[in-house]
């Protein structure tokens, strides 16, 4: 929790004002281009008088942090770094419409959405809680794959290029569990799931190409295609999948070279693709003749039915990647690539360029936990405590006023408050959580009174009871605003 301001220390009200926001700006706890408190707002949540915040202000203006936009308030300064992030580069054909401007750079969610300010779980992080990991199957699974003269030959050369080939055969062998019928020699080993997608997207792409993505969809995902200067397509995403109309209008406008989809357990709404739904994009893949990169990262919280375009299409125009992150621990950066077999050999030597090889201790210790039945055992516990979570959330919600805009399933919830939750952000981090607002996940910049929270870490009253708090502060502020404005 945010330690308050006082007179008591050896900085003025003003100066301690200024460190935490700066603090906050420069950790990537605001994003750029976010909005800042009013004066009047600010001064009333820290208890000090608006001359006090003014002059905090200027102070943040005057480092460039933050820019003052006329009649419209303080926002968080878009540095040149942000910049770059933000635009295509000078490579990329004429802009067009659907060119995007992303919201936020990679960096914002990596040190802002995995760092946890506090000491209680974070609702608006993307992973299962530590205590709900098995860190003695991994443990056991490292000693294993290491002990007596094995170690040696994992650690005194690079690795094979496509991947430690036991891990491949164990990954082959679990896609068909799901569906797909694969083997060995489509499986390239990545550096997690961030990895895969940027290799497929680096082996496929050129910069200029027009790329669709889900919208909401994963905002690392559209910052890492604008910044390799990408034309980013927006398709709307519903409960059954993709808007087949925007994306068909959108296929023949600009005809796209790659479809990057989550089909199992999107996020951030959760959502399964409909295999009416899927039918109906391969159709429009084979018309408009584009690849589709499917994001598999859930797989081991999914429901087995779950529909994925790679299994109806069978790796044809479809590349499916996966990772063990949001399963067994995010640290282990294991991913992998599924895909048709023309396509390997330059897959594989985007791979070499780009990080050589992977290391096989963590393949095939993960291979192991496949081979034994360790992970399925793993995740079946996961899902059953997942299940009670869910349940408890969707219970505090409810009290507290919120509902969610879509089914509420898998890992996450996208619920809606009814204020804009970029508006929450502070007094929620002020309160001790961090959350994640639903802009956040818009390739277009846009108020949304959507957020996504985590359902394995929203079980604590305390969040929801501060939620409110935060809500009806909002809520209080704009009618201020509004009963200002008509004055």
């Given at each position: 929790?945010?330690?308050?301001?006082?007179r008591?220390?050896?900085l003025?009200?003003?100066?301690?004002?200024?460190?935490r926001?700066?603090?906050r700006?420069?950790?990537?706890?605001?994003?750029?281009?976010s909005?800042?408190?009013?004066?009047?707002?600010?001064a009333?949540t820290?208890?000090?008088?608006?001359?006090?915040?003014?002059?905090?202000?200027?102070?943040?203006?005057?480092?460039?942090?933050?820019?003052s936009?006329?009649?419209?308030?303080?926002?968080?300064?878009?540095?040149?770094?942000?910049?770059?992030?933000?635009?295509p580069s000078?490579?990329?054909?004429?802009?067009?419409?659907?060119?995007?401007?992303?919201?936020?750079?990679a960096?914002t969610?990596?040190?802002?959405?995995?760092?946890?300010?506090?000491?209680?779980?974070?609702?608006?992080?993307?992973?299962?809680?530590?205590?709900?990991?098995?860190?003695?199957m991994?443990?056991?699974a490292?000693?294993?794959?290491?002990?007596?003269?094995?170690?040696?030959?994992?650690?005194?050369?690079?690795?094979?290029?496509?991947?430690?080939?036991?891990?491949r055969?164990?990954?082959?062998?679990?896609?068909?569990?799901?569906?797909l019928?694969?083997?060995?020699?489509?499986?390239?080993s990545?550096?997690g799931?961030?990895?895969?997608?940027?290799?497929?997207?680096?082996?496929?792409?050129?910069?200029?190409?027009?790329?669709?993505?889900?919208?909401?969809?994963w905002?690392?995902?559209?910052?890492?295609?604008a910044?390799?200067g990408?034309r980013?397509?927006?398709?709307?995403?519903?409960?059954?999948?993709?808007?087949?109309?925007?994306?068909?209008?959108l296929?023949?406008?600009?005809?796209?070279?790659?479809y990057?989809t989550?089909?199992?357990?999107?996020?951030?709404t959760?959502?399964?693709?409909?295999?009416?739904?899927?039918h109906?994009v391969?159709r429009?893949?084979e018309a408009?003749?584009?690849?589709?990169?499917?994001?598999?990262?859930?797989?081991?919280?999914?429901?087995?039915?779950?529909t994925?375009?790679?299994?109806?299409d069978?790796?044809r125009?479809?590349?499916?990647?996966?990772s063990f992150?949001?399963?067994?621990t995010?640290?282990?950066?294991?991913?992998y690539?599924a895909a048709?077999?023309?396509l390997?050999?330059r897959?594989i030597?985007t791979?070499?360029?780009?990080?050589?090889?992977?290391?096989?201790?963590?393949?095939q210790?993960l291979a192991?936990?496949?081979?034994?039945g360790?992970?399925?055992?793993?995740s079946?516990?996961?899902?059953?405590?997942?299940?009670?979570?869910?349940a408890?959330?969707?219970?505090l919600?409810?009290?507290s006023?919120?509902?969610?805009?879509?089914?509420?399933?898998?890992?996450?919830?996208?619920?809606?408050?009814?204020?804009?939750?970029?508006?929450?952000?502070?007094?929620?981090?002020?309160?001790?959580?961090?959350?994640?607002?639903?802009?956040?996940?818009?390739?277009q910049?846009?108020?949304?009174?959507l957020?996504?929270?985590?359902?394995?870490?929203?079980?604590?009253?305390?969040?929801?009871?501060?939620?409110?708090?935060?809500?009806?502060?909002?809520?209080?502020?704009?009618?201020?605003?509004?009963?200002?404005?008509?004055?």
């Open positions: 929790m945010s330690t308050p301001l006082t008591d220390s050896a003025t009200l003003t100066e301690q004002l200024v460190a926001f700066a603090q700006i420069r950790q990537h706890l605001l994003a750029p281009g909005r800042l408190p009013s004066v009047r707002d600010c009333q820290h208890g000090v008088s608006p001359y006090t915040v003014v002059a905090a202000y200027d102070q943040l203006l005057a480092q460039g942090l933050i820019e936009h006329r009649q419209r308030g303080f926002f968080v300064r878009q540095t040149q770094g942000h910049a770059k992030a933000a635009n000078k490579a990329a054909k004429a802009p067009h419409p659907f060119q995007p401007r992303t919201p936020i750079d960096t969610l990596i040190k802002g959405m995995f760092h946890e300010p506090g000491s209680h779980p974070m609702p608006g992080l993307g992973t299962l809680p530590p205590a709900w990991l098995d860190a003695a991994l443990g056991a490292l000693r294993k794959v290491t002990q007596g003269d094995r170690l040696l030959p994992l650690t005194l050369h690079y690795g094979e290029p496509a991947g430690d080939s036991r891990f055969e164990a990954v082959s062998r679990k896609l068909g569990e799901f569906g019928k694969t083997d060995a020699g489509q499986i390239i990545t550096v799931a961030t990895h895969a997608l940027d290799v497929v997207s680096r082996t496929l792409l050129q910069a200029g190409d027009a790329v669709l993505v889900d919208d909401p969809g905002a690392i995902e559209f910052a890492r295609l910044q390799m990408m980013v397509l927006p398709v709307p995403r519903g409960p059954d999948g993709p808007d087949l109309a925007v994306l068909d209008a296929c023949k406008a600009h005809r796209p070279k790659l990057v989550v089909s199992v357990l999107h996020n951030p959760s959502a399964l693709l409909s295999p009416g739904h899927a109906q391969l429009l893949a408009h003749d584009f690849h589709i990169l499917e994001d598999d990262i859930y797989a081991y919280l999914a429901p087995a039915h779950a994925r375009l790679c299994v109806l069978e790796l125009r479809t590349i499916s990647v996966g992150s949001k399963i067994l995010p640290s282990w950066r294991v991913g690539i048709p077999s023309h390997v050999d897959i030597n791979k070499l360029l780009t990080t050589l090889t992977t290391p096989p201790i963590l393949e210790a192991l936990c496949l081979e034994q360790q992970l399925r055992r793993h079946e516990r996961v899902i059953q405590q997942l299940d009670v979570a869910r408890r959330c969707l219970q919600a409810r009290q006023g919120c509902h969610f805009a879509a089914q509420p399933q898998g890992l996450f919830g996208w619920m809606d408050v009814g204020v804009d939750t970029e508006r929450l952000t502070l007094p929620m981090l002020d309160a001790g959580w961090l959350i994640a607002p639903g802009a956040l996940f818009h390739a910049r846009q108020a949304s009174t957020m996504r929270i985590n359902f394995a870490s929203s079980q604590d009253a305390r969040f929801w009871k501060a939620l409110v708090a935060a809500r009806k502060h909002a809520q209080t502020a704009s009618t201020l605003s509004k009963g200002a404005h008509a004055q």
